[in-house]
T-cell receptor
Framework: GQNIDQPTEMTATEGAIVQINCTYQTSGFNGLFWYQQHAGEAPTFLSYNVLDGLEEKGRFSSFLSRSKGYSYLLLKELQMKDSASYLCAVPGGGTYKYIFGTGTRLKVLA | EAGVTQFPSHSVIEKGQTVTLRCDPISGHDNLYWYRRVMGKEIKFLLHFVKESKQDESGMPNNRFLAERTGGTYSTLKVQPAELEDSGVYFC????????????FGSGTRLTVV
């Protein structure tokens, strides 16, 4: 089967760095996605990792270790607008559907 | 370009009634997906259309749910009759080809069955 685990909530201070972890178990692996979702809005695509290592996009970076079934999303120079849910997802084994984690609700405090 | 549009944004209905949700994908996107998030749980896949054909409907909960995509453009998801456990946020998403560059999601329809 497939399973994704993420922390439920995290709190950090404006200007700080936060790391949101995601562990997964899948039958076959076709990459891992991170999405950001502000309350009441659409989830928006942040990153897609299929190879091991760190990929950086501005203040956001995503890391993948396939051997460990582990990924993290790193947010630097936190801003109040980064308060949102961060969703980890993997493709559902040879299909176009995603398997989502429950998401991590990040609160950025002033 | 216009994003994925869902209508209505909120719907409150009584148990036993019928509700129809609509999704307009990004123009030209052949792939259209429906997902649902029940409170406190993860977003779960319902089904996938390629143009007007149902490619994968393995996530549809039961036969009270009917999805259509006539003409391969917009899609509707009908729940008939609605039950209390159908409450949640229904998301639609679309993609051009294989979604390795990510889906584009709509803002969702929040359905409350009372």
């Amino acid at each position: 089967g497939q399973n994704i685990d993420q922390p439920t909530e995290m709190t950090a201070t404006e200007g700080a760095i936060v790391q949101i972890n995601c562990t997964y178990q899948t039958s076959g692996f076709n990459g891992l996605f991170w999405y950001q979702q502000h309350a009441g809005e659409a989830p928006t695509f942040l990153s897609y990792n299929v190879l091991d290592g760190l990929e950086e996009k501005g203040r956001f970076s995503s890391f993948l270790s396939r051997s460990k079934g582990y990924s993290y999303l790193l947010l630097k120079e936190l801003q109040m607008k980064d308060s949102a849910s961060y969703l980890c997802a993997v493709p559902g084994g040879g299909t176009y559907k995603y398997i989502f984690g429950t998401g991590t609700r990040l609160k950025v405090l002033a | 370009e216009a994003g994925v549009t869902q209508f209505p944004s909120h719907s409150v209905i009584e148990k036993g009634q019928t509700v129809t949700l609509r999704c307009d994908p990004i123009s030209g996107h052949d792939n259209l997906y429906w997902y649902r998030r029940v409170m406190g749980k993860e977003i779960k896949f319902l089904l996938h259309f390629v143009k007007e054909s149902k490619q994968d409907e393995s996530g549809m909960p039961n036969n009270r749910f009917l999805a259509e995509r006539t003409g391969g453009t917009y899609s509707t998801l009908k729940v008939q009759p609605a039950e209390l456990e159908d409450s949640g946020v229904y998301f639609c998403a679309s993609s051009q080809g294989h979604p390795y560059s990510g889906y584009t999601f709509g803002s969702g329809t929040r359905l409350t069955v009372v």
